[in-house]
């Protein structure tokens, strides 16, 4: 049995792999994974020096001035008249990078600091790495990150048109600043130490991202803190005083990170408060989540002496657990306690004392004068945990991949296996898993004091189900999905865990510097409480908000079908820019289901414009004649010039357009930098370049991604439609009557599109990507602008070391690629209902607009991070934006060959059918001509329904051609700056 077995999968092999495809020159090993591609990570690399007894080194400091830098051009050393204030010569470093040699006095561990000064001013963060003796000597040192420190352009709040209070928008400070290496995730609790080798080594500074001044560079002896007890000591002399220091914590500050914002918090514990109007009161909670970000006070200390320190905070972390924060006093921890203070998990305000184990509060010893008090989010308590399960993921998806090795990656739950014949440690590996998870779970259950929460529950249930599949270890290839691949498998659970673990959100209202004063009650008694709630429930009668209302005959009334936080500032830009400029009211208000657009248009109560609608809304509008022809306007040509001509397809019927694009998707391929240049592996630009690089991804247990494997059951427009418009294929015959999936091009694509599945073994089921790219599963794939938001905003442990290129073509004879591919965005629109069709036309040219766009999305991005950053549809606009240039050039040439799928009466049938046809060639075997055929007859006929429906066919014969809008009638309207 065993060898007929081993026969099959060696067929398998030589059937999946076509011949001359692989690229290694040498014999591969069995246990060869992504592991050995990389440099270990850093927790790994402390754990052999530990065992290995690498020490710190001691008592030694070298400074390197900028004029000892190796190899260095003159232009490039700036004097110290143009240092900015360093007072001696600096290094513009801004895309090149900078070596120096160092004499180690012994070997051991060292730590590398830099004093810099930021010339780049944008929420792009500045990126280096730092090699040793030519080499990364852990994964970490890949990215090390210069922070901008940040402020308010005010200290006071202005209010909108409501009367609540805005943000303020924010500016970068620049000023000289020393910084140690530190990990980018900022998991360690400490700076990052280097191996050195006694006598010289060479340190090489290079290049990621940004610009800034280098002043002198250190590499010294990592800094010890020293103990309470000792900081004690060394100010015994000094008294305490008795007084009472009182802060709010929303006025006053700086931060590393431009998006730590004040908060409106609504209730008559805080202070300020208001039952009628938001008033930013508070700072921090989820925009002060993220390990690394720090936020500084400036206090004022009227006389010497020590001080108590209590933070009135609101700790209700979504899924419990205690948060930590690092206390800096005039820029250093005072003592090593203050390296870690942990804020409970409580769903009321409390004014939280900072003190040690044995609740004695600690003392601050401040001199008369200014001082800055600073906090710092930090995640490093759980790092051993997030490390261990990543450890564990890797290992699962290794064994997971060993195992469909051996079924052919076939799921036939009538065919038993004997497991152990194959893996004979399999039952060892789900233990070994089993126990290290029970490990931390355990850990973080004292982390949080015995109690329970989330994070620790969802722990339990993936050793709970990893233990119950070790009982029945030969239904494990028949359980894949519980293991590895499904929504509630043990894989799932623990990746999330990943993105919720290190989140540290914490909010303050005040804090107190203080002596053994009575302070403040944190919260309001039942009475206060009861009456603030009833005063703003009446309140909420009279009080303006973004609700959809009618607005008076002189005011444009715009719905908007997004958050509060991007209606805040259009509402702002348009009362302080378009209104002014054009004497046009405009009130916003936010759209609570833009499904309900088309309901609301039948009984009259449309607004005059919809603005962040998906596209697929204004053609059913307008069908149902709801809608205003855009293109009846005599500067619609000119003002769409600066569109991608793809884009308006969907938004079309005949030659009238309905609505303008708002924002633009992409697809683009991802791809790991680190692991291509390891492997030696190309970045693909055709689709043969990509079935070239699959056996060696496959060979390392890696793959190629395709939305086609993120789409679930039902393939959408976005992962099919490429393949067609890359092959030469339509979807429709001309005159929009019958369905052109059946013809030769098409069909190349469709076959072409299943081989991707059957015959090379890309992955026909993906839940996320952005997981396995972090992980290195999938090192490269197709993906959209969600996934770009994810990498950039919530994977820093692979920043500046992964990249993106246009999408993987179709080769033409004249050696062209062609790129089609589509990008479905949000749309605005004007209802015929609308009130003045000028002064609508106006507000969208308005909103549209390079500025506008360029303002709506620098201010959105400044104050909310890089999760809220905004993909404008304006093509000038988006070349503005505080994106990295290389990204936006390659978005921008994939966008140009943007091609979104035009609607028809029948588009949803084509869509639909060409799912089925993939499913019934992956999953069923079925021949493509069979599939295709049988899918045409049933798209034909509900084309023929629906085009008789409205009015385009009658008795089965045409009355009218529906004519399919295509890119080049478009560019017609433009002139020929579209053209490629």
């Not at 090993?29 to 050995?36: A, F, I, M, R």
């Not at 009861?530 to 002189?554: E, H, I, L, T």
């Amino acid at each position: 049995m065993k060898t007929k077995i081993m026969i099959s999968l060696v067929l398998i092999g030589l059937l999946v792999i076509p011949n001359g495809m692989a690229m290694a020159e040498k014999d591969v090993s069995k246990d060869q994974t992504v592991e050995n591609v990389v440099e270990e990570r850093y927790h790994t690399v402390l754990e052999q020096w530990k065992e290995a007894g690498v020490e710190n080194a001691s008592n030694f400091e070298a400074s390197i001035s900028p004029s000892d830098f190796k190899d260095v051009k003159e232009d490039e050393l700036l004097s110290a008249e143009d240092s900015k204030g360093y007072g001696d010569r600096v290094f513009y470093w801004h895309n090149q990078e900078l070596s120096f040699d160092v004499i180690a006095p012994e070997d051991g561990l060292y730590e590398i600091s830099f004093d810099y000064y930021p010339i780049s001013k944008e929420v792009v963060p500045i990126e280096g790495s730092i090699l040793v003796n030519g080499k990364y000597p852990f994964y970490e040192s890949r990215r090390i990150v210069f922070p901008l420190k940040w402020k308010s352009v005010k200290d006071t709040f202005d209010s909108d048109r409501f009367g609540n209070e805005i943000i303020p928008n924010q500016e970068a400070i620049a000023e000289w600043s020393k910084i140690s290496a530190l990990d980018a995730s900022n998991l360690q609790s400490e700076p990052l130490k280097y191996q050195l080798k006694k006598g010289k080594n060479t340190i090489t500074f290079t290049h990621l991202n940004g610009e800034m001044l280098i002043g002198n560079v250190y590499v010294h002896s990592p800094s010890e803190l020293i103990s309470y007890k000792d900081y004690l000591q060394n100010n015994k002399n000094n008294k305490k005083v008795q007084s009472l220091i009182s802060q709010e914590a929303e006025k006053g500050y700086t931060k590393n990170s431009s998006y730590i914002r004040p908060v409106a918090t609504t209730g008559s514990s805080v202070v300020p408060n208001n039952p009628k109007y938001l008033l930013l009161n508070t700072i921090g909670g989820d925009s002060w989540r993220e390990s690394g970000q720090r936020v500084n006070w400036n206090v004022s200390i009227a006389e010497d002496g020590f001080y108590h320190l209590t933070f009135k905070v609101l700790q209700k972390k979504e899924t419990g657990g205690p948060v930590f924060r690092k206390l800096l006093i005039d820029g250093d921890i005072p003592f090593s306690e203050a390296a870690l203070i942990p804020f409970e998990f409580n769903k009321k305000w409390v004014n939280a004392t900072l003190k040690d184990e044995k609740e004695d509060p600690y003392l601050f010893y401040f001199t008369k004068g200014e001082h800055e008090i600073s906090l710092e989010a930090d995640a490093s308590p759980v790092e051993r945990s997030i490390f261990t399960i990543n450890e564990v993921i890797k290992e699962m998806q290794n064994f997971a991949l060993s195992i469909k090795k051996l079924t052919g990656n076939q799921n036939d739950r009538s065919r038993g296996w004997k497991i152990n014949e194959y893996f004979p440690d399999a039952e060892d590996k789900l233990n070994d898993w089993a126990n290290r998870l029970e490990e931390e779970s355990k850990y973080l259950t004292s982390l949080n004091k015995g109690n329970q929460s989330k994070d620790i529950v969802s722990m339990n249930m993936a050793v709970k189900k990893l233990r119950t599949l070790n009982k029945k270890p030969n239904e494990i290839p028949n359980r894949l999905s519980e293991l590895t691949e499904g929504s509630s498998s043990v894989a799932q659970l623990l990746g999330n865990l990943l993105l919720e673990l290190p989140k540290q959100p914490l909010l303050i209202d005040r804090f107190y510097i203080h002596g053994e004063n009575k302070l403040p009650a944190p919260t309001s008694g039942l009475f206060k409480n009861s009456w603030y709630g009833m005063k703003r429930f009446v309140q909420s009668f009279s009080a303006g908000n973004y609700s959809a209302s009618s607005a008076d005959d002189q005011t444009l009334e715009i719905w908007v079908n997004r958050q509060r936080q991007y209606v805040d500032i259009i509402q702002n830009l348009a009362d302080q820019n378009f209104t002014p400029k054009t004497g046009i009211k405009v009130k916003f208000s936010i759209m609570p289901d833009e499904g309900k657009l088309i309901l609301a248009s039948a009984a009259n109560n449309q607004p005059d414009v919809a603005i962040g609608i998906s596209n697929w809304l204004p053609y059913e509008l307008s069908i149902r004649g709801a809608a205003v022809d855009l293109h009846e306007f005599s500067d619609f040509e000119d003002y769409i010039k600066q569109f991608s001509p793809g884009a308006f397809l969907p938004l079309m019927v005949d030659d009238s357009v309905y609505a303008l694009p708002e924002t633009q998707d992409f697809y683009v391929q991802f791809y790991r930098k680190d692991i291509l240049n390891a492997l030696n592996v190309p970045v693909p630009d055709t689709w043969d370049d990509v079935i070239k690089i699959l056996p060696e991804l496959q060979r390392f247990g890696m793959n190629y991604y395709t939305p086609i494997a993120g789409a679930g059951g039902f393939k959408s427009f976005q992962t099919t439609a490429p393949f067609i418009y890359q092959f030469h294929g339509d979807l429709y015959e001309e005159d929009g009557m019958r369905t052109a999936i059946g013809e030769e091009d098409s069909l190349k694509a469709i076959e072409f599109m299943a081989k991707l599945n059957t015959i090379y073994s890309m992955p026909m089921q993906v839940p996320n990507f952005y997981n396995h790219f972090r992980y290195s599963t999938l090192p490269i794939g197709i993906a959209n602008f969600s996934t770009y938001v994810q990498l950039t905003a919530a994977a820093p442990e692979i920043a500046g070391w992964w990249d993106i290129s246009p999408y993987p073509g179709v080769k033409q004879p004249d050696g062209s690629v062609e790129r089609w591919a589509t990008g479905s965005g949000q749309s605005a629109i004007m209802f015929k209902g609308t009130k003045d069709r000028e002064k609508s036309w106006e507000f969208l040219k308005w909103w549209m607009s390079t500025d506008t766009q360029v303002d709506f999305a620098t201010t959105l991005q400044t104050l909310y991070g890089p999760e809220y950053m905004w993909n404008s549809a304006n093509l000038e606009a988006f070349k503005q934006l505080p994106w990295p240039e290389e990204h936006k050039e390659t978005i921008l040439k994939q966008w140009e060959y943007l091609q979104e799928v035009p609607r028809t009466p029948g588009a949803y049938m084509v869509e639909r059918e060409l799912s089925n046809i993939w499913n019934r060639i992956v999953f069923d075997g079925e021949n493509p001509r069979s599939a295709v055929d049988d899918s045409v007859i049933a798209i034909n006929r509900e084309i023929s329904r629906k085009m008789e429906e409205f009015g385009y066919m009658k008795n089965g014969k045409m009355v009218k051609p529906y004519q399919i809008p295509s890119i080049e009638q478009v560019k017609s309207w433009a002139g020929e700056e579209h053209e490629n």
